[in-house]
């Protein structure tokens, strides 16, 4: 998979050059439903700003990070799937490398739920 942004997907599906299911988008980041959902819930969440990795982040990152998990959980309460008690909730994965099982080297978390068995972790 290539790390390079002129050949990124995520970058692709960010400018609409590769369609997807969008559920949230703003100047920072899209939001989309994953191709191969591991839960009857299951959106990736992008910045429009290629990042390969969790790993490649420094503190100036840091605002970025933030605004990103937020916007996780406002995603989630849109969708309907947020933590409002009992067994409700979601997973938030971010896959980080090889060793992480990281697929697509565009940062982005996977926002998980729905009833079990899931496929995987996202
Ligand atoms: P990773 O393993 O890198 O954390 O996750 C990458 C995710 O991107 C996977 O869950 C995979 O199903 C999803 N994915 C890969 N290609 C596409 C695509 O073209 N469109 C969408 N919507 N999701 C994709
Ligand atoms: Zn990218």
Redesign the pocket.
């Given at each position: 998979?290539s790390h390079d942004r002129s050949t990124c997907?995520?970058c692709k599906?960010a400018d609409g050059e590769?369609?997807?299911?969008r559920v949230y988008e703003d100047d920072e980041f899209v939001a989309?439903?994953?191709?191969?959902?591991?839960a009857e819930t299951?959106v990736?969440v992008i910045p429009r700003q290629h990042i390969a990795t969790l790993a490649d982040c420094a503190e100036s990152d840091a605002p970025l990070l933030g605004r990103m998990l937020v916007l996780v959980g406002r995603i989630a309460k849109d969708l309907g799937v947020s933590y409002t008690g009992g067994d409700t909730g979601y997973r938030t994965?971010?896959?980080t490398g090889p060793g992480?099982?990281?697929?697509?080297?565009?940062l982005?978390a996977?926002l998980l739920a729905g009833p079990r068995p899931w496929q995987?972790m996202?």
């Amino acid at each position: 998979m290539s790390h390079d942004r002129s050949t990124c997907l995520f970058c692709k599906i960010a400018d609409g050059e590769i369609p997807s299911t969008r559920v949230y988008e703003d100047d920072e980041f899209v939001a989309f439903r994953d191709i191969r959902p591991a839960a009857e819930t299951h959106v990736l969440v992008i910045p429009r700003q290629h990042i390969a990795t969790l790993a490649d982040c420094a503190e100036s990152d840091a605002p970025l990070l933030g605004r990103m998990l937020v916007l996780v959980g406002r995603i989630a309460k849109d969708l309907g799937v947020s933590y409002t008690g009992g067994d409700t909730g979601y997973r938030t994965v971010v896959n980080t490398g090889p060793g992480g099982g990281q697929e697509v080297y565009h940062l982005h978390a996977h926002l998980l739920a729905g009833p079990r068995p899931w496929q995987r972790m996202g």
